[in-house]
């Protein structure tokens, strides 16, 4: 059963949350990020971007440390503030016609450990030592990690109550998204949402699998330094932002080729008549809008392809995603893309004017055939999770994509 703990947040003083909290660094391009480092001396972003003011290079270890300083500064500054008792906080975004509302709470790395909480996919270990380590040095955590759970009323009736008080902030951001936060901490009502949680047979990682298995390589690494270990320190959890499960979207990743493997676009075709019903749509714009049909772009023109089932066997959950079907019966047999995470003859996208882009790219010369998804849903990535199996690389693009520090989980106190 999935355990959640209050925590006291680190959070951004009320007259300056929506200039503190940030999207994530990756999803700024160089110019955005000069902008916000130049105007906004009160971002995020220069906690973790610390270098900006340093005119040298510096090692990992020591640019960890200056984020620490960087924090510390904020912290004495009172640009950021640690509340005074255990909470958890729901958290809001509405975005167009899309709104979730979760709960941010610390996650079990036991329960990480035990498969209570679920993962879909592979994380590099390069990966998880790095972010481990700097874990360990910087001393918080900023960003949850998005997991879902199946629909509880029980759940949804305190969250619904809860969010009729008044909000600790609310903002909206220049990309239109509203972010409200409320802060509970009353005894009972922690109570309640911690013993429904405990009946909760599973929790799903959604979004953050490299920042669960590096908290959990935290946990397993701070234990054997601490001859007094209890399980109730701050490294031996994950912080986590909880939603149901129907309140996530799910869009498809499009993949793009550079070459077909030697191959004319005709000899192409043939092959794929062994797997695929083939249609060609000319240069009218086909998307698919059914599991196992995909769409191709190919030489100026747009191709249906249905998977012949008779010749193709769905022998668990992994064989039946459509970013299997198509590695299994295109990209490895016929193109040789063996790697799909390091395989530079492939590109993916996502986005609502992806299949557009992915033309103009073809048209260039760029990529020689590109494919369109049809995006997977929320029980097929549980079926691959509850099996124990991990996804292709770049299976699904999840939202809500959620701001880093409106909440900050401090690992630097002896008990959470």
């Given at each position: ?395 699904t693009y999840i939202e809500p994509k959620l701001r880093s520090a409106l909440a900050i989980f401090d690992l630097s106190t002896s008990e959470s």
């Open positions: 059963m999935a355990v959640i703990k209050p925590f006291k947040a680190i959070r951004p003083a009320k007259d300056k949350v929506s200039f503190v909290a940030s999207r994530s660094y990756d999803e700024y391009s160089k110019k955005e990020l000069d902008c916000v480092l130049d105007y906004n001396p009160f971002s995020f972003l220069h906690i973790i971007n610390p270098g900006n003011s340093i005119n040298r290079k510096v090692s990992v270890k020591e640019r960890f440390k200056l984020i620490h300083n960087r924090y510390l500064d904020f912290l004495k500054n009172q640009i950021l503030i640690k509340d005074n008792e255990n909470s958890l906080y729901i958290y809001k975004i509405e975005k167009d016609n899309f709104n979730c509302c979760g709960i941010i709470c610390a996650t079990s790395t036991e329960d990480y450990r035990n498969s209570v909480i679920k993962k879909h996919e592979n994380t590099l270990e390069k990966r998880e030592k790095l972010f481990a380590n700097y874990l360990q040095l910087v001393k918080f955590k900023a960003e949850p990690v998005l997991m879902i759970y199946p629909d509880t009323n029980e759940i949804s009736v305190i969250v619904n109550t809860e969010i009729k008080n008044h909000p600790q902030c609310h903002f909206t951001t220049p990309d239109n998204i509203t972010h409200t936060l409320w802060k509970i901490s009353e005894e009972n009502t922690l109570k309640q949402l911690q013993n429904e949680f405990g009946k909760v047979n599973s929790l799903y990682i959604a979004d953050g699998h490299h920042r669960s298995a590096s908290s959990n390589l935290l946990s397993l690494m701070s234990q054997k330094k601490n001859p007094g270990h209890t399980g109730k320190e701050p490294y031996n959890f994950i912080m986590s932002y909880l939603i149901p499960q129907s309140e996530i979207r799910i869009f498809e990743f499009n993949r793009m080729v550079r070459d077909l493997n030697g191959l004319t676009a005709k000899e192409f075709l043939i092959k794929l008549d062994k797997f695929y019903t083939i249609k060609n749509h000319g240069d009218h714009l086909y998307k698919p809008d059914e599991k196992h049909h995909f769409s191709m772009y190919l030489n100026g023109s747009f191709y249906s392809l249905s998977l012949r089932k008779n010749v193709y066997k769905f022998t668990d959950a992994l064989s039946k995603l459509d970013t299997q079907i198509l590695y299994k019966t295109i990209l490895e047999p016929i193109l040789q893309i063996k790697n799909l995470r390091n395989d530079k003859r492939i590109q993916y996208g996502h986005g609502k004017r992806n299949v557009l882009k992915m033309k103009n790219e073809i048209d260039k010369e760029k990529f020689a055939v590109g494919f369109g998804l049809v995006p997977l849903d929320v029980e097929e990535i549980k079926a691959i999770a509850d099996a124990g199996l991990v996804m292709p690389p770049k299976s």
